[in-house]
């Protein structure tokens, strides 16, 4: 069988790791989750959805992501976990590295806090393996959030990894078609008050209206 990261190529039918049948998805918001839900469900697992994210600056925008997200996971009648909100925590972490570029060690460090309780909250909870949505933008860097997800697991012997590229298949496609189909809320930046001064910098170099939020603690 030609396999793919578990994904059998140039098909729809998923193949996790280990013949799981259940698995925990963090997921960074609607628009990155909502194809790879689907494509879950359609594969026979058993779904539990795992919002972590205390990345998103500010709290405003937080709480938009995470209601967007908790309804349509309703809608397709999957659980939703709802972790907390702790920013100072993800300050901590990522202190010393708030002028790191997209892509560099900031997202290394936010990455590892959010997959790290996915992967102890898998393990509290029986639930053998972990997944997440953060690789299926095309600005992130994947073997990044892939490196980042099994450094995580490796801590709990009873959690895997599922280091499935959500892309692949027509996945990035779908992504797009859902976000339509569903009306989601477009975001302008990544989610964290360093990534959104980095994209009012490149827009205003560019002439374009800035992307209005507070900054401020
Ligand atoms: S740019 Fe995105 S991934 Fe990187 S630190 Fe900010 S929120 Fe996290």
Not at 15 to 21: I, K, L, M, Q, T
Not at 82 to 92: C, T
Not at 162 to 169: E, I, L, S, V
Request: aromatic share 10%; with cysteine; charged share 25%.
């Amino acid at each position: 069988m030609n396999k793919e990261n578990g994904r059998n190529k140039g098909s729809k039918l998923l193949a996790p790791p280990d013949g799981a049948h259940s698995v925990l998805l963090h997921s960074c918001c609607a628009p990155c989750s909502g194809g790879i839900m689907e494509e879950l469900l359609e594969a026979g697992l058993q779904v539990t959805l795992f919002f972590y994210n205390p990345n998103i600056h500010p709290r405003s925008e937080y709480l938009l992501r995470k209601e967007e997200n908790k309804l349509f996971a309703e809608k397709l009648g999957i659980p939703f976990v709802d972790g907390d909100y702790l920013p100072e925590r993800w300050l901590l972490d990522v202190k010393g590295l708030e002028l790191e570029p997209e892509r560099g060690r900031r997202c290394t460090a936010c990455f590892t806090l959010r997959l790290e309780a996915t992967a102890r909250y898998a393990d509290e909870n029986g639930i053998p393996l972990i997944a997440t949505t953060l690789g299926i933008s095309r600005w992130k860097d994947l073997s990044q959030v892939n490196s980042c997800g099994l450094q995580a697991a490796a801590k709990y012997p009873g959690v895997g990894y599922w280091d499935c590229n959500w892309r692949k298949g027509g996945g990035s496609q779908r992504m797009i078609e859902i976000s339509r189909r569903e009306g989601f809320y477009h975001q302008e930046y990544c989610g964290c008050r360093y990534s959104l001064q980095e994209t009012n910098r490149w827009r205003q170099e560019r002439g374009r209206p800035l992307v209005e939020r507070e900054l401020g603690e």
